[in-house]
């Protein structure tokens, strides 16, 4: 029998090695309180019933002492149990899926940019290129306005859109949840760039014709991560609104922002954005812990507005010629990389077992003080979280948080999948992948689930879940019809 090359024989050495330093640390404290536990029962039983009996009686109880003792104890836990934060719950999601009348495969793309800027083929090209390398597959769709030829983004067609897509999310959070209107203690909208009045939380409002006294928030401008800068104000309200009920709907309205210029830095969003919309209901009542789906664990938020550079990366503005758009900088992705450094730096503390926090900080003491050039640990955030839903901003924002957190391909096909399905939905895009992994039948109970998202400020924002029980592949949801597809092999470019 051949033997294992030296190469392969250290690597599972040291595999082993590591697997038996992490249990190590890990379980420190258990490993050092087994044999005081053991020796102290040896010692009991090395006492007879007599010696036992004597010491009892030897203690001399005050009934004052009792009292006051009792008194401090309950004290003491009703504090603690006061100030512990309320357990936030996801009750259950819904995400809006686009009628296939609006679908827009490549072919339909880029006829309408041909015809739409005929006396610029440069700009023609230039989409071709990003979208041959987006990641988009056939099936992505946008408003019914943008199909028109030269396209009619009016207010009145951003407010159909928006009705579309934020009707059809709440319906079916309604129905699935057995919720009624009058029971939505909180509200809070977030759209980024479509902002009317009355707000789309007033729409909301109007439409399901939900209490006077209801608390609704709308917010705009916030970028793709919006949905989860709304997740943390649901989480703080419910906070300090006991027995209540919050629905977030997050969704980006698409008429607004389709730019008809030749300025590359606006085209690449039009390749892009599509059509998409969540509504989430979270809930702080214990009594649904058992039908939830998550508990909302953390939040972490960071921005990086201070920064000129970080500020200005995604902007909204008007090209040489009056037409108004959404500018990418080419800085956009080392900015990214910077915001999420900073923001795992506050997450790795709280999500990262002790393993990983001591080698963490062993590698950031040795490069202070004896080597400026060693290579700086990365920690294994899988050993952190079974699943990962990355912002499906685009190909290049996966592929750089994959690269980052050495994830494997398991770990990013959620976020590559709807990206291919459907498109970047903004800040609604994290709940087309936490769907797809249900329905792939793999979120099972105790699993921990880190959402990553990006947006303009600029701004990485992430939310940790935990799994309350194992969930069966849903009978509806927007992968429904096609979950038996994927996953399916993107290539690097898609010859159009």
Same mark, same amino acid.
């Given at each position: ?57 030897? *203690? ?11 008194? *401090? ?26 009628? $296939? ?166 085209? $690449? ?17 214990? !009594? ?85 050039? !060693? ?74 689930? !880190? ?46």
């Amino acid at each position: 029998m051949p033997q294992a090359s030296p190469e392969l024989s250290s690597s599972v050495k040291l595999k082993y090695v590591k697997l038996g330093y992490q249990y190590l640390v890990n379980h420190i404290l258990t490993l050092l309180l087994i044999p005081i536990m053991v020796g102290v029962l040896i010692e009991v039983l090395r006492l007879g019933p007599d010696e036992i009996l004597n010491l009892w009686n030897s *203690l001399h109880f005050d009934l004052v002492q009792i009292l006051c003792s009792s008194f *401090l104890i309950i004290f003491a836990a009703t504090v603690y149990f006061m100030s512990k934060p309320r357990s936030i719950y996801l009750v259950d999601y819904a995400c809006y899926k686009p009628p $296939v009348m609006l679908r827009v495969p490549f072919a339909t793309f880029m006829e309408h940019a041909r015809l739409v800027l005929s006396s610029q083929p440069k700009s023609v090209e230039f989409q071709t290129r990003i979208l041959e390398r987006s990641g988009l597959g056939e099936e992505t769709c946008l408003p019914l306005t943008i199909h028109y030829i030269p396209p009619r983004p009016t207010m009145e067609a951003a407010r159909d859109e928006a009705q579309l897509v934020i009707f059809s999310a709440m319906d079916s959070l309604l129905n699935k949840t057995g919720l009624k209107p009058k029971d939505i203690d909180i509200l809070i909208v977030n759209c980024s760039i479509f902002s009317p009045t009355p707000s789309l939380s007033a729409m909301v409002i109007n439409k399901y014709k939900m209490r006077s006294n209801i608390k609704s928030f709308n917010l705009s401008g916030m970028g793709c991560s919006a949905g989860l800068i709304s997740i943390d104000l649901a989480r703080d309200l419910l906070q300090v609104h006991p027995n209540s009920n919050a629905v977030v709907v997050s969704t980006e309205i698409i008429t607004p922002n389709c730019y008809q210029g030749n300025q590359r830095a606006m085209l $690449v969003p039009n390749c892009l954005f599509r059509m998409g919309g969540a509504a989430i209901l979270l809930t702080n009542r214990r !009594w649904e812990h058992r039908r939830a789906k998550y508990r909302l664990v953390h939040v972490v938020r960071t921005h990086k507005g201070a920064d000129d550079k970080a500020y200005r990366c995604v902007m909204e503005e008007e090209d040489p010629e009056g037409k108004v758009g959404i500018s990418l900088s080419k800085d956009l992705m080392v900015i990214a990389g910077e915001a999420l450094k900073t923001n795992i730096t506050t997450t790795g503390p709280l999500v990262l077992p002790a393993s990983e926090q001591l080698l963490f900080l062993l590698t950031l003491i040795g490069r202070k003080i004896f080597k400026q050039n !060693w290579k700086p640990y990365i920690p294994d955030f899988k050993l952190a979280f079974e699943h990962f839903c990355i912002h499906a901003g685009g190909r290049a924002v996966i592929d750089e948080l994959q690269q980052n957190l050495q994830l494997s391909a398991e770990h990013v096909e959620a976020s590559r999948m709807a990206l291919h399905r459907f498109g970047n939905t903004s800040s609604s895009s994290l709940w087309y992948e936490l769907s797809y992994i249900e329905a792939k039948g793999r979120m099972k109970k105790g699993d921990r689930i !880190w959402q990553i998202a990006f947006g303009s400020g600029f701004k990485c924002n992430s939310a940790i879940w935990k799994c309350n029980r194992s969930i069966e592949p849903p009978r509806d949801g927007p992968w429904l019809d096609c979950i038996h597809r994927y996953p399916v092999h993107i290539p690097e470019v898609v010859k159009l």
